[in-house]
């Protein structure tokens, strides 16, 4: 079974700096799929970034970019330039296709950003 | 991106009785739909997979006869809670893919159980 492990319960950062959220997963998969949500107080899952396997390439999406390091099973998301409206809680997610692609989230980071 | 439409937002209801939750992809057909439950101040926790036109697959610990899933057409999937009761209360997410790693999320139900 596919596990995910998000170490870093709280973290803070002030606006404009940057901060990293880590992720660790444990698979014997070869081919998945990586994912970052972020849940605002609306409650709505909203998609950050993903990142297939196969691709040794660093997916980036403006300010968000991870650090995909496949034999570590490492997945850490970095937001630079942080934004008030980037506060939310934030979800490490692993998918593969053996499995419906039926999401395994980690347990989250709650991100607070101080002006 | 594509809209997935569930509703209630919120529902309160009384012990005993039971309460159906929706989930419509409104511009794309939705072969899987997955029914996820979120305490507060935790992760989500797949209950149960569900394909278009069979029975729905439920995670272990997941009491199939109190959370019946019905995934009639490639558009609707319902979530049904039967004889809910106080420890039922939770907030439920529908995500649906067109059978592929592209999963699209409802905006969630607050079920309160009195």
């Known amino acids: 079974a596919q596990t995910v492990t998000q170490s870093q319960p709280e973290m803070s950062v002030q606006e404009a700096e940057t901060v990293t959220l880590s992720c660790t997963y444990d698979t014997s998969e070869s081919d998945y799929y990586l994912f970052w949500y972020k849940q605002p107080p609306s409650r709505q899952m909203i998609l950050v970034i993903r990142?297939?396997?196969?691709?040794?390439q660093n997916a980036t999406e403006n300010r968000f970019s991870v650090n995909f390091q496949k034999a570590a099973k490492s997945f850490s998301l970095k937001i630079s330039d942080s934004q008030l409206g980037d506060a939310a809680m934030y979800f490490c997610a692993f998918q593969w296709g053996g499995s419906n692609y039926k999401l395994t989230f980690g347990k989250g980071t709650l991100l607070t950003v101080n002006p | 991106g594509a809209v997935v439409s569930q509703h209630p937002s919120w529902v309160i209801c009384k012990s005993g009785t039971s309460v159906k939750i929706e989930c419509r992809s409104l511009d794309f057909q939705a072969t899987t739909m997955f029914w996820y439950r979120q305490f507060p101040k935790q992760s989500l926790m797949l209950m149960a997979t569900s394909n278009e036109g069979s029975k729905a697959t439920y995670e272990q610990g997941v009491e199939k006869d109190k959370f019946l899933i019905n995934h009639a057409s490639l558009t609707l999937s319902t979530l049904t809670v039967t004889s809910a009761h106080p420890e039922d209360s939770s907030f439920y997410i529908c995500?649906?893919?067109?059978?592929?790693?592209?999963?699209?999320f409802g905006s969630g139900t607050q079920l309160s159980v009195l």
């Open positions: 995500s649906a893919s067109a059978h592929n790693e592209k999963l699209f």
């Open positions: 990142q297939e396997a196969y691709k040794q």
